[in-house]
């Protein structure tokens, strides 16, 4: 559940701009001195997430979500500051993340890479024959399958 819990505050912004969650006006709260308006965030598929968003820069300023584990409700939550930005989009370079209210580890990011170069065969399968051969991915003809 944890991973879950990680996976869908990286995936935060996305979702919100897709409209896959849900949300709810939960009030105003005050994080380490910032004034921030807090929501409710949920879908269908896993724990609810507490979004607190600074009221003055619009960004978000921690994700908390409740877990339960072998019957013990815990609290995940990770904190987001030194925010700059980068190709156009404001990022937080400093992501602090707690566990029952301990701290347990801090992420520094030094650089962001947006939309890299790749090389696109990274992301072509290798398709085998009954053999276990390799095959290529032109037909004889020259044709892509």
Same mark, same amino acid.
């Given at each position: 559940?944890?991973?879950?819990?990680?996976? *869908?505050?990286?995936? @935060?912004?996305? #979702? @919100?701009? *897709?409209?896959?969650?849900?949300? =709810?006006?939960?009030? *105003?709260? &005050?994080? /380490?001195?910032?004034?921030?308006?807090?929501?409710?965030?949920? /879908?269908?598929? $896993? +724990?609810?997430?507490?979004?607190?968003?600074?009221?003055?820069?619009?960004?978000?300023? =921690?994700?908390?979500?409740? %877990?339960?584990? #072998?019957?013990?409700?815990? !609290?995940?939550?990770?904190?987001?500051? /030194?925010? =700059?930005?980068?190709? #156009? &989009?404001?990022?937080?370079?400093? %992501?602090?993340?707690?566990?029952? $209210?301990?701290?347990?580890? !801090?992420?520094?990011?030094?650089?962001?890479?947006?939309?890299?170069?790749? /090389?696109?065969?990274?992301?072509? +399968?290798? %398709?085998?024959?009954?053999?276990?051969?390799? @095959?290529?991915?032109?037909? +004889?003809? #020259?044709? =892509? @399958?």
């Amino acid at each position: 559940m944890a991973v879950i819990y990680q996976y *869908k505050q990286l995936d @935060l912004p996305y #979702g @919100l701009l *897709k409209g896959v969650y849900n949300l =709810r006006y939960a009030g *105003k709260e &005050t994080l /380490d001195g910032v004034a921030t308006d807090a929501l409710e965030v949920s /879908d269908a598929e $896993g +724990p609810a997430m507490r979004v607190n968003v600074d009221v003055v820069s619009h960004y978000i300023v =921690r994700i908390s979500g409740r %877990i339960e584990f #072998g019957g013990a409700a815990t !609290e995940l939550a990770a904190m987001f500051s /030194d925010y =700059r930005p980068m190709a #156009g &989009t404001v990022m937080p370079f400093r %992501i602090h993340n707690f566990a029952g $209210g301990m701290a347990v580890s !801090e992420t520094v990011i030094q650089h962001y890479s947006v939309n890299p170069a790749g /090389d696109p065969a990274l992301f072509d +399968p290798p %398709i085998k024959d009954h053999h276990g051969r390799v @095959l290529s991915l032109a037909s +004889p003809l #020259g044709l =892509r @399958l």
